[in-house]
């Protein structure tokens, strides 16, 4: 079975710092790696999702995330964040075989002026 | 297109009492999900569609029912609610291809007395 571990449940920064969200999975079959992000009130949106080829992937509002097979990992990062960033960032593996969703338990990025 | 909607946005309920929340895709996609959110849990997969007339349980699926008669609609319901039911419940549509994206709808709100 998969399982996801989103390794801080808040993270606090200044505007225009760069910020990474940690997320570790773990799964004994090929997996797809995603991350969404839930803006206050509202339903989750993809940001970026991982099938295979290049470890770096590129996502929306500038936003990329690593896949490290060794460490089973696939961070989120940003290199300078903006106020509108606040909001909720999830972690999601889909096994290869059965392409069901499995969720982490959600990182609160706060962004301060 | 309207995406992925859901009602009510909001709905409270006795304990004990039953209710319907609706799911509706105008996408044609064939795999529908529901899940619920709760503090520091993420999202939780209750059930899942991959087509018409063709349901599955996912990691919560006590308490809840699902039936899938059209591409379009997917009803879930809540039996006998109980104050463990309080939760937000999101629905969630995407083709039924690998790694394809979920399109998520805005959630129902639900606190059961």
């Known amino acids: 079975a998969q399982s996801v571990t989103q390794l801080d449940s808040q993270v606090p920064v200044f505007e225009e710092a760069p910020v990474e969200l940690r997320c570790n999975y773990s799964s004994s079959v090929s997996v797809y790696l995603f991350w969404y992000v839930q803006y206050p009130n509202q339903g989750l949106q993809l940001l970026l999702k991982?099938?295979?080829?290049?470890?770096l992937v590129k996502g929306i509002n500038g936003f990329e995330a690593e896949f490290n097979k060794s460490q089973t990992s696939f961070h989120l990062r940003k290199p300078s964040v903006h106020i509108s960033d606040t909001a909720e960032y999830f972690c999601?593996?889909?096994?290869?075989?059965?392409?069901?969703?499995?969720f982490g338990q959600g990182t609160e990025l706060s962004v301060k002026p | 297109n309207a995406g992925v909607t859901q009602t009510p946005k909001f709905q409270v309920l006795k304990t004990g009492q039953s209710m319907t929340l609706q799911c509706a895709q105008d996408?044609?996609?064939?795999?529908m999900s529901w899940y619920r959110q709760d503090p520091g849990m993420g999202l939780r997969l209750i059930h899942y569609?991959?087509?018409?007339?063709?349901?599955d349980q996912g990691e919560v699926p006590n308490g809840y029912n699902v039936s899938r008669s059209t591409t379009e609609d997917f009803p879930l319901r809540l039996l006998s609610a109980a104050p463990s039911q309080t939760s937000v419940y999101f629905c969630a549509s995407s083709y039924f291809e690998l790694a394809a994206e979920q399109f998520f709808g805005p959630g129902t709100r639900l606190t059961v007395l």
């Open positions: 999601a593996v889909s096994d290869a075989a059965r392409g069901k969703l499995i």
């Open positions: 569609s991959v087509g018409a007339g063709i349901t």
């Open positions: 996408m044609n996609h064939e795999y």
């Open positions: 991982y099938l295979s080829g290049s470890t």
